[in-house]
């Protein structure tokens, strides 16, 4: 499209917060997109030229820092980030995907006993308990289908196609196809052949 | 270019627009005119809601310019959703559970290379959805079928009649009548009895 002219990045449902680097074409819609952003970096949220995030939800916790792309389209999807979240260029969330870099409480029982209680409406002057969580890392040119989740610790290669429901729970190779609770790879996804020279 | 007609169903505030090519019977139940806003298709009758069926709040038709839908007689759908760029019927007295996606296409290539391309013509699109011109291939649920909720029934699949799909699945490959089958992706698990007299 020669004669395109590109607009400045917007939010539909007000003012963006003011650590948020949005790029020129890119939209974000959704009343709730940032109704759980509570980071406090510098940037917290940079989004690339040309997304689409319909529907987005980005729940940043205080330390966290999510960085995507030019030209991704992500529908309905929910981005929980204690760490990190990086995403590569065109890379699909369909419908209701969710990335969480964090378990957001820890496993071991008393902790979490404790951590609860931290919690809850008794917990006033309480430390939280410290629970794991690690970076998210996705390709460029990733697809992730409607309902599919991606946890903590991950890292998608290029080109990857995660079939809709996937619960990835282990790094995915590039180009790799995947399905299923936990993910398996079911088919390599050949590269183009170059042409004859 | 398929004209609107003003409807105004139970859970409607005030009357709406819907395309005219959608085709509900009069004994059939739609919440909101609200789940047809995304039924782009210019196909006769793409939509059909036969005797009885029942279309409940939540649920919406994502339908594609050359996409058709038929509901069956009685069929109970909770709030599913469906991605329909070729053909998905639901079969009579089948029921449907909530955030079920039922979708014929993926509306992306496979490859990288491709995908690459549709999302950079999405990200300079008034329109802002993906829709590549990739192959549909026909869902069909049969009759007295019973989808659990959130599951994801994956293009070209046929749900045999009677059968019982688990809550969460994602339905992969065909199932067969009166079985039961769950899990992601899903897995047989046992088979049904057939009643006298069905088909």
Same mark, same amino acid.
């Given at each position: 499209m020669p004669d395109h002219i590109p607009q400045p990045g917007r939010w539909a449902s007000g003012e963006l917060p003011a650590n948020v680097v949005l790029g020129e074409d890119s939209l974000i819609t959704g009343p709730k997109a940032?109704?759980?952003?509570?980071?406090?970096? &510098?940037?917290?949220?940079?989004?690339g030229r040309g997304c689409?995030?319909?529907?987005?939800?980005?729940?940043?916790?205080?330390?966290? =820092?999510?960085?995507i792309g030019d030209a991704c389209a992500f529908y309905g999807s929910v981005l929980l980030c204690e760490l990190e979240i990086r995403i590569g260029h065109h890379v699909y969330l369909g419908w209701n995907t969710t990335l969480s870099d964090?378990?957001?409480?820890?496993?071991?029982?008393? &902790?979490?006993?404790?951590?609860?209680?931290?919690?809850?409406?008794?917990?006033?002057?309480?430390?939280?308990?410290p629970y794991p969580s690690r970076p998210i890392v996705i390709g460029n040119d990733v697809y992730i289908g409607h309902n599919a989740t991606v946890l903590k610790g991950v890292t998608i290669g290029d080109g990857a196609f995660i079939e809709p429901g996937a619960m990835v729970s282990k790094d995915v190779p590039p180009r790799a196809r995947v399905i299923g609770n936990p993910a398996k790879v079911i088919?390599?996804?050949?590269?183009?052949?170059?042409p004859p020279s | 270019m398929i004209a609107k007609v003003q409807r105004q169903f139970a859970g409607d505030w005030e009357p709406a627009e819907m395309p005219e090519n959608i085709v509900i019977d009069d004994t059939a139940y739609v919440?909101?005119?609200?789940?047809?806003?995304?039924?782009?298709?210019?196909?006769?009758?793409?939509?059909?809601?036969?005797?009885?069926? =029942?279309?409940?709040?939540?649920?919406?038709?994502d339908i594609g310019p050359r996409g058709r839908v038929h509901i069956g007689e009685c069929a109970l759908l909770?709030?599913?959703?469906?991605?329909? *760029?070729?053909?998905?019927?639901?079969?009579?007295?089948? !029921?449907?559970?909530?955030?079920?996606?039922? !979708? *014929?296409?993926?509306?992306?290539?496979?490859?990288?290379?491709?995908?690459? =391309?549709?999302?950079?013509?999405?990200?300079?699109s008034g329109w802002r959805k993906i829709g590549a011109d990739v192959p549909a291939r026909p869902v069909r649920i049969g009759r007295d079928?019973?989808?659990?909720?959130?599951?994801?029934?994956?293009?070209?699949?046929?749900?045999? *009649?009677?059968a019982i799909v688990g809550a969460r699945s994602v339905v992969a490959e065909d199932v067969e009548p009166y079985t039961v089958v769950a899990g992601n992706p899903a897995r047989f698990v046992k088979r049904l009895a057939k009643p006298e007299g069905f088909p």
């Amino acid at each position: 499209m020669p004669d395109h002219i590109p607009q400045p990045g917007r939010w539909a449902s007000g003012e963006l917060p003011a650590n948020v680097v949005l790029g020129e074409d890119s939209l974000i819609t959704g009343p709730k997109a940032f109704a759980r952003f509570r980071s406090t970096r &510098e940037p917290a949220l940079v989004i690339g030229r040309g997304c689409t995030l319909d529907g987005a939800h980005f729940a940043i916790n205080p330390a966290g =820092q999510v960085t995507i792309g030019d030209a991704c389209a992500f529908y309905g999807s929910v981005l929980l980030c204690e760490l990190e979240i990086r995403i590569g260029h065109h890379v699909y969330l369909g419908w209701n995907t969710t990335l969480s870099d964090s378990d957001f409480h820890p496993t071991e029982v008393a &902790e979490r006993h404790a951590d609860v209680l931290a919690c809850s409406t008794l917990g006033e002057g309480l430390a939280r308990r410290p629970y794991p969580s690690r970076p998210i890392v996705i390709g460029n040119d990733v697809y992730i289908g409607h309902n599919a989740t991606v946890l903590k610790g991950v890292t998608i290669g290029d080109g990857a196609f995660i079939e809709p429901g996937a619960m990835v729970s282990k790094d995915v190779p590039p180009r790799a196809r995947v399905i299923g609770n936990p993910a398996k790879v079911i088919e390599m996804i050949p590269s183009p052949t170059p042409p004859p020279s | 270019m398929i004209a609107k007609v003003q409807r105004q169903f139970a859970g409607d505030w005030e009357p709406a627009e819907m395309p005219e090519n959608i085709v509900i019977d009069d004994t059939a139940y739609v919440h909101t005119v609200y789940c047809f806003d995304l039924v782009r298709s210019e196909l006769p009758a793409a939509v059909t809601l036969a005797r009885g069926s =029942q279309v409940n709040d939540g649920a919406m038709f994502d339908i594609g310019p050359r996409g058709r839908v038929h509901i069956g007689e009685c069929a109970l759908l909770t709030s599913p959703w469906f991605l329909c *760029d070729a053909e998905i019927t639901v079969g009579a007295y089948t !029921m449907i559970s909530w955030s079920v996606v039922l !979708m *014929d296409s993926y509306r992306v290539p496979l490859d990288p290379e491709g995908r690459r =391309q549709e999302l950079d013509r999405v990200a300079r699109s008034g329109w802002r959805k993906i829709g590549a011109d990739v192959p549909a291939r026909p869902v069909r649920i049969g009759r007295d079928v019973w989808i659990g909720f959130e599951c994801v029934v994956l293009p070209g699949v046929t749900i045999g *009649d009677g059968a019982i799909v688990g809550a969460r699945s994602v339905v992969a490959e065909d199932v067969e009548p009166y079985t039961v089958v769950a899990g992601n992706p899903a897995r047989f698990v046992k088979r049904l009895a057939k009643p006298e007299g069905f088909p």
